[in-house]
């Protein structure tokens, strides 16, 4: 089945999550590729776990380095503080109960919005699902594989930070404590000064606009 939605991430994943049918939702990106049987270990998941809301797991590109972003390495339930490293869109699986109590996406967030928030559409999904009291499991042994060409050149560093506005933005929405927002920033800043120490400049460029991104979505 094709489907047509307006621009955007989060308009085309309402458009899906309407027509869906099945029991289980997944919210796979056009570039990314399961391992053979994940999908059955999923349904054997869902099937021997019936107090089980749904699954997240890593990412990785497929030659065993990690790719979109860092993840937990401890298996346990996703909770609003550990769900930035437990899970991205693609290795989100949930019951369709779960994202019918839960709605559509928002339509602010992710890339193609035609917002300042060009990320953090999932991790607002997750962070709702979770406040509804819906049990997310993290396994990190499940594993869907990803590309992670980052550059560290002009283009790289503007979608850091585009993505970087996405994260603060849902972070402000959900008002996460300071201490929590500080950290966030300071991250960031403790990794562009390492780089400066390593004489790697564009990476350091590159995690200072992480660090200012998230520092302007915070203010949205």
Same mark, same amino acid.
């Given at each position: 089945m094709h489907l047509r939605s307006k621009s955007g991430l989060s308009h085309a994943r309402n458009v899906g999550l309407a027509a869906a049918t099945g029991d289980i939702i997944s919210f796979p990106d056009d570039d990314c590729w399961y391992p053979k049987g994940l999908l059955a270990r999923v349904v054997l998941q869902f099937r021997s776990c019936p107090s089980v809301d749904g699954l997240t797991g890593r990412s990785e590109d497929g030659q065993g380095q990690a790719s979109g972003g860092k993840f937990s390495r401890e298996q346990g339930q996703v909770n609003l503080n550990n769900v930035w490293k437990r899970g991205i869109s693609y290795t989100i699986f949930l019951r369709s109960s779960v994202c019918s109590a839960v709605g559509s996406f928002d339509e602010e967030l992710g890339v193609g919005a035609h917002t300042p928030f060009a990320?953090?559409?999932?991790?607002? +999904?997750?962070?709702?699902?979770?406040?509804?009291?819906?049990?997310? *499991?993290?396994?990190?042994?499940?594993?869907? %594989? *990803?590309?992670?060409?980052?550059? +560290?050149?002009?283009n790289h560093c503007s979608?850091? %930070?585009?993505?970087?506005?996405?994260?603060? @933005?849902?972070?402000? =929405?959900?008002?996460? =404590? %300071?201490? %929590?927002?500080?950290?966030?920033?300071?991250?960031?800043?403790?990794?562009?000064?390492?780089?400066?120490?390593?004489?790697?400049?564009? =990476?350091?460029?590159? *995690?200072?606009?992480?660090?200012?991104?998230?520092?302007?979505?915070? @203010?949205?």
């Open positions: 990320s953090g559409e999932e991790a607002d +999904y997750l962070i709702r699902t979770v406040k509804l009291g819906f049990n997310v *499991h993290y396994l990190p042994d499940l594993v869907v %594989f *990803h590309p992670n060409p980052v550059l +560290y050149n002009r979608k850091a %930070f585009r993505y970087g506005v996405g994260m603060g @933005r849902v972070l402000s =929405k959900h008002r996460y =404590k %300071f201490s %929590f927002n500080l950290y966030t920033v300071l991250r960031p800043i403790g990794g562009a000064l390492l780089s400066l120490l390593m004489l790697r400049t564009r =990476k350091a460029a590159y *995690h200072l606009a992480i660090a200012r991104g998230r520092v302007r979505g915070l @203010r949205s």
